[in-house]
C-alpha cells in the first residue's frame, strides 16, 4: 500500500517562497501520476498541479507561473516549489497520486495527510 507523507508547510510573507516535499513509501511512484492539492478554510478541495508518470505537468490558473511541481521517483519524492505567494494560498497542501494526472480529487487514489501552509504578513 502506497503511503504519502507531506513536509514543508510554513508560515510565510506575502511574495515569500517555499518548497513542499512528499516522500512516498510501500512502492514506487515511477508508474503513477502525482498531484497536489489543496483546501482552504470553508472552501472546496483544488487541484493546482499534476505531473504524469513521463513527467508531463499541468497547471490550475490560480497557480500557473508561480508554482512548479517535479518528481524523482529513484528518491520516492514529489516536489511542489511555490513562490509569489499569496495571502489566497494559504490552504492545507495535499500530495496525492493515481493512475492518470488530474486535478480532479475524484481521479487520485493515494492521499496523504496534508501540510498547512499560510502566508501572511
Known amino acids: 500500500q502506497l503511503q504519502l507523507v507531506e513536509s514543508g508547510g510554513d508560515l510565510v510573507q506575502p511574495g515569500g517562497s517555499l518548497r513542499l516535499s512528499c516522500t512516498a513509501s510501500g512502492r514506487t511512484l515511477a508508474h503513477l501520476a502525482i498531484g497536489w492539492f489543496r483546501q482552504a478554510p470553508g472552501k472546496e478541495r483544488e487541484g493546482v498541479a499534476c505531473i504524469s508518470s513521463n513527467g508531463i505537468t499541468f497547471y490550475s490558473d490560480s497557480v500557473r507561473g508561480r508554482f512548479s511541481i517535479s518528481r524523482d521517483n529513484a528518491k520516492t519524492s514529489v516536489y511542489l516549489e511555490m513562490s509569489s505567494l499569496k495571502p489566497d494560498d494559504t490552504a492545507i497542501y495535499y500530495c496525492?497520486?493515481?493512475?492518470?494526472?488530474?486535478?480532479?480529487?475524484?481521479?487520485?487514489?493515494?492521499w496523504g495527510e496534508g501540510t498547512l501552509v499560510t502566508i501572511s504578513s
Open positions: 496525492t497520486a493515481g493512475p492518470r494526472a488530474s486535478i480532479w480529487p475524484d481521479d487520485m487514489v493515494y
